[in-house]
């Protein structure tokens, strides 16, 4: 079977770093995505890693081992508007089928 | 703006009548559209794949006679609950690749609730 595994839930303070890990094994790998979802809302893509290394984009960067089955999403100075679930998706092929983690959800205190 | 549209947003049904939620594309065709299913504070499940013009493909344990999906043109897919009950009652979201980007963008959900 899939196995996405993250933590349930993280706390941080505002203007802080925090950092979402997230580990999987799939039968197939072809991209890991990171999307922000605030409650009854659909979620939003952050980023997609396919190859080794960092990918940065602005406040938000990711970060991807092949070799350990290993991701993480780095929030830098954080909003209270950063206060969502963040979800880790594998891709398991090209016809662009996601299984999903359960999701971190994330608070971020004053 | 908005790239995947998802129709209704919320829908109220009665126990055992059938409700249908659409899925479209916008300003681009998607040959294969993905259905997920959401239960509070937990993840989203793959419910099924769903692909134009033949059959969908459904996950294991989705019963594939209460959720009928199908894709007739290259923008539309459309999810049918049928005989609905209570434990239906979710959040259920569409998704579809543009291009070879590999960003999968979601519809803005639909969430049924069955009385």
């Known amino acids: 079977g899939q196995n996405i595994d993250q933590p349930t839930e993280m706390t941080a303070t505002e203007g802080a770093i925090v950092q979402i890990n997230c580990t999987y094994q799939t039968s197939g790998f072809n991209g890991l995505f990171w999307y922000q979802q605030h409650a009854g809302e659909a979620p939003t893509f952050l980023s997609y890693?396919?190859?080794?290394g960092l990918e940065e984009k602005g406040r938000f960067s990711s970060f991807l081992s092949r070799s350990k089955g290993y991701s993480y999403l780095l929030l830098k100075e954080l909003q209270m508007k950063d206060s969502a679930s963040y979800l880790c998706?594998?891709?398991?092929?090209?016809?662009?089928?996601?299984?999903f983690g359960q999701g971190t959800e994330l608070s971020v205190k004053p | 703006g908005a790239v995947v549209s998802q129709h209704p947003s919320r829908v109220i049904c009665k126990s055992g009548t059938s409700v249908k939620i659409e899925c479209r594309s916008l300003?681009?065709?998607?040959?294969?559209m993905f259905w997920y299913r959401q239960f509070p504070k937990k993840s989203l499940m793959l419910m099924a794949t769903?692909?134009?013009?033949?059959?969908?493909?459904?996950e294991q344990g989705v019963e594939k006679d209460k959720f009928l999906i199908n894709h007739a043109s290259l923008t539309l897919s459309t999810l049918t609950v049928t005989s609905a009950h209570p434990e239906d009652s979710s959040f259920y979201i569409c998704?579809?690749?543009?291009?070879?980007?590999?960003?999968?963008?979601f519809g803005e959900g639909s969430r049924l609730t069955v009385l």
């Open positions: 300003d681009f065709q998607a040959t294969t």
């Open positions: 998706a594998v891709r398991l092929n090209q016809g662009g089928k996601l299984i």
């Open positions: 890693n396919v190859l080794d």
């Open positions: 769903s692909n134009e013009g033949s059959k969908a493909t459904y």
């Open positions: 998704s579809a690749n543009r291009g070879n980007t590999g960003e999968l963008f």
